[in-house]
């Protein structure tokens, strides 16, 4: 079959890396992709947000499969569009409709969800311009620090946390006058948990799930989880601290009732779902969830997939899952993400890329890169992955941190501490 991955980052091309091995595939596209993924199926330009676009490539194509890699078009509704088109109702689409992706796309609705249905996540209440007072008084029943976050997606920067009452009650304000748009026009104020975070994912159909590797990532820009948040700057699975009897209880307290909700609440949902979990004194508590693989999650929990994807994607597609199996690697696998120097921050593009045929028992994975003429520079803040299996966390770090050393571009940086917390 011909399949499709919408999005243009190192998730997609590591998604495109693991669907490519399957003998199921005959063509692999990408919309639109990067330097990396034109290596490996074939690029085809637009925006993950332009349907009626999308539509065509798709029917010119003739995609059988699509695979949904970022959020925003899940919560803008591109699985609703694909089920109420004619011609695209019948090709398979991997990510929830809208009323699925609220999990994602709101945290008000996440945190509803998860109240009703006896889902461990820290207290809360929502505010908006309507109950501002009722908010400031929560505010004051709480012990710093305050974590406020805006209820629509705020391209991963609309969570603050606060120490102050009184900086919390002027960020407050702030967000609801408009500081993320109309992402924060409503705010969830939430109790701080304090423990160590663990991403965990599942590929589900809505009533049969599959539990994917778990991952830690490392979201700081500087070592020793110091400076600005990223989109994430390297990640190692399996986690040390995610033994069998913390997953049991993941499982049970969190992953089926999140199912068995969605099955209650007739949210139909094919896709992924990501737990952002924190373990607080060996129990597990939901952060948020999100409605896609993670990134750069995905650059290593993919490694440790032996089953066929494509199997468990269609299983996942169609409602089949339940007939499917997965098979995990048990080696450790890691990626260390080589990001422009500047970044989370400004940063300059366009540095020409070097090395990456040089690479030896890695594999790379680009995210902001892309083809100028015959060679490859950069065209974002996370440039490119470096992943690598090991025996230990060490030993698959030292393989990925010897090739991040041969790959070069103008003002490279990358974290060299990564598990220094294991
Ligand atoms: P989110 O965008 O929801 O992933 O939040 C960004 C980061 O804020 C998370 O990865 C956590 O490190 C932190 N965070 C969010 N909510 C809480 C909370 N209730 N307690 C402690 N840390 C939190
Ligand atoms: N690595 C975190 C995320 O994908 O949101």
């Given at each position: 079959?011909?399949?499709?991955?919408?999005?243009?980052?190192?998730?997609?091309?590591?998604?495109?890396?693991?669907?490519?091995?399957?003998?199921?595939?005959?063509?692999?596209?990408?919309?639109?992709?990067?330097?990396?993924?034109?290596?490996?199926?074939?690029?085809?330009?637009?925006?993950?947000?332009?349907?009626?676009?999308?539509?065509?490539?798709?029917?010119?194509?003739?995609?059988?499969?699509?695979?949904?890699?970022?959020?925003?078009?899940?919560?803008?509704?591109?699985?609703?569009?694909?089920?109420?088109?004619?011609?695209?109702?019948?090709?398979?689409?991997?990510?929830?409709?809208?009323a699925g992706a609220l999990l994602e796309g709101s945290k008000d609705f996440a945190k509803d969800f998860m109240l009703r249905n006896n889902i461990p996540t820290a207290r809360y209440l929502t505010v908006s311009s309507?109950?501002?007072?009722?908010?400031?008084?929560?505010?004051?029943?709480?012990?710093?620090?305050?974590?406020?976050?805006?209820?629509?997606?705020?391209?991963?920067?609309?969570?603050?946390?606060?120490?102050?009452?009184?900086?919390?009650?002027?960020?407050?304000?702030?967000m609801l006058g408009g500081q993320f748009g109309a992402a924060s026009s409503k705010v969830v104020i939430e109790e701080f948990l304090s423990g160590v975070e663990v991403s965990v994912f599942v590929i589900t159909d809505g009533k049969s799930y599959k539990i994917l590797p778990e991952a830690k990532d490392y979201k700081r820009i500087g070592e020793g989880d110091t400076g600005l948040n990223t989109g994430g700057m390297g990640a190692i699975s399996p986690v040390p601290f995610a033994t069998p009897e913390f997953m049991e209880k993941v499982e049970t307290r969190i992953i089926q009732p999140t199912i068995n909700g969605l099955?209650?609440?007739?949210?139909?949902?094919?896709?992924?779902?990501?737990?952002?979990?924190i373990n607080v004194n060996g129990n597990p508590f939901v952060i948020e969830y999100n409605v896609r693989m993670g990134d750069p999650e995905t650059e290593a929990v993919i490694l440790r997939v032996k089953s066929d994807f494509v199997d468990l994607l269609e299983g996942a597609a169609t409602g089949t899952l339940h007939e499917k199996n997965i098979e995990i690697d048990p080696r450790t696998a890691v990626t260390v993400m080589l990001v422009s120097g500047g970044y989370p921050g400004s940063y300059e593009k366009g540095k020409k890329i070097t090395g990456t045929g040089n690479v030896e028992n890695s594999i790379v994975f680009h995210a902001g890169t892309q083809s100028h003429g015959n060679h490859v520079v950069t065209s974002g803040g996370r440039v490119i992955s470096v992943s690598s299996y090991g025996l230990s966390v060490k030993e698959a770090l030292e393989i990925s941190y010897k090739n991040a050393e041969i790959i070069h571009f103008d003002k490279k940086y990358y974290r060299k501490d990564l598990g220094f917390d294991l």
């Open positions: 079959m011909n399949i499709l991955i919408i999005g243009s980052g190192g998730r997609e091309h590591a998604l495109g890396w693991k669907i490519k091995q399957s003998s199921k595939v005959e063509k692999l596209f990408f919309a639109p992709g990067n330097a990396g993924t034109s290596e490996i199926g074939t690029n085809l330009e637009t925006s993950v947000s332009d349907f009626q676009l999308i539509k065509k490539l798709v029917l010119d194509n003739q995609i059988n499969m699509v695979v949904v890699g970022p959020e925003v078009p899940l919560v803008e509704g591109i699985h609703d569009y694909f089920a109420g088109d004619e011609m695209l109702k019948n090709i398979k689409v991997v990510g929830p409709k809208k309507e109950n501002l007072k009722e908010g400031t008084a929560f505010l004051k029943t709480m012990t710093p620090p305050f974590v406020l976050k805006a209820d629509g997606l705020a391209a991963g920067k609309g969570v603050l946390i606060i120490d102050s009452l009184e900086e919390a009650e002027k960020s407050l304000k702030e099955q209650k609440e007739n949210i139909e949902y094919n896709g992924f779902i990501f737990f952002g979990l």
